[in-house]
């Protein structure tokens, strides 16, 4: 999803530029910034779960 949105952003903004845009532009490098955000809240998360994961798992694997 988050590749999608890039993407879309990204062909937006060459729009915008091709056209002049200057509003346009400021718009799809907000939105661009903000996904960034989102990316970086993603990834962190997706870290935590698998750390969460091997420790889960090691305390399985020990137990036995």
Do not use: P
Not at 16 to 25: F, H
Not at 41 to 63: F, I, L, M, P, W
Request: net charge positive.
């Amino acid at each position: 999803r988050l590749q999608a949105q890039e993407e879309h952003i990204k062909r937006v903004h060459r729009e915008a530029y091709d056209a002049g845009d200057s509003d346009k532009l400021l718009e799809t490098q907000q939105a661009m910034a903000a996904m960034v955000v989102e990316k970086n809240r993603y990834n962190t998360a997706k870290a935590r779960a698998e750390q969460q994961n091997k420790v889960q798992v090691s305390c399985a694997y020990n137990s036995l």
